[in-house]
């Protein structure tokens, strides 16, 4: 998986020692082999590579499934996250399907399906979303910091009323208008937007984009 524990002083000396190696597991390590004590370990656990994104994508909304991959709800195998000291989350008239749901929502929607739902994270009415990770955001809006983003035209932080979002990544602190569409899918031409990137069939909000009402994509 790429984790490697070194004495800091032989790391030095193997990196400076050997100019042109670029790669750990390739160069570093086989030429070491013979010369230092190198140990390997085999790991059995779950393990996926998201460097790209729609393994990133999928490896997201693999948590959702009935039994995930990589299960969350494991007592052998307990993931410890940092305590953010958030309210709960509070839902009303919304219909949850395979969904996720970190600390400190507040969602309105109609409809939620298969979304992995970040901190902090604001939905409102009428709203369905399928398909989707939202990261959330890092911080929350005051109702005066609302009401002069409003006056000011520009849509609050999370997502707005009437809107239909399916195959997307919501990056933080994006604020998404009213009767908004994002409908990802091989339909759609990769390419890289303003606001947005498509790859895959994945539309990805950039972090902090502002979506105006009636936006589609």
Not at 42 to 63: K, M, P, R, V
Not at 80 to 101: D, H, Q, Y
Request: net charge negative.
């Amino acid at each position: 998986m790429g984790i490697y524990i070194f004495n800091k002083g032989l790391l030095y000396e193997l990196l400076t020692g050997q100019p042109d190696a670029t790669d750990f597991g390739k160069e570093i390590i086989p030429n070491s082999i013979g010369e230092h004590k190198v140990v390997s370990y085999q790991y059995e656990g779950y393990w996926t590579d998201i460097g790209n994104i729609s393994s990133f994508f999928e490896a997201n909304l693999g948590l959702t499934d009935d039994i995930p991959q990589f299960n969350l709800f494991d007592d052998t195998r307990t993931i410890f996250s940092r305590a953010r000291m958030l309210p709960p989350a509070k839902i009303s008239g919304t219909t949850l399907e395979k969904t996720l749901i970190a600390d400190g929502c507040i969602i309105n929607a109609s409809r939620l399906e298969r979304c992995v739902v970040g901190i902090r994270t604001r939905i409102g009415k009428g709203t369905t979303i399928s398909n989707a990770y939202l990261m959330g955001n890092d911080s929350y809006q005051t109702l005066d910091d609302i009401n002069m983003a409003k006056s000011q035209g520009r849509p609050p932080m999370g997502i707005g009323d009437r809107c239909y979002i399916n195959n997307a990544i919501i990056d933080k602190n994006a604020c998404i208008g009213n009767d908004v569409r994002i409908n990802g899918g091989k339909h759609l031409e990769d390419g890289d937007f303003e606001k947005y990137t498509v790859k895959d069939g994945i539309v990805v909000v950039k972090k902090g984009a502002v979506l105006h009402d009636g936006f589609q994509c």
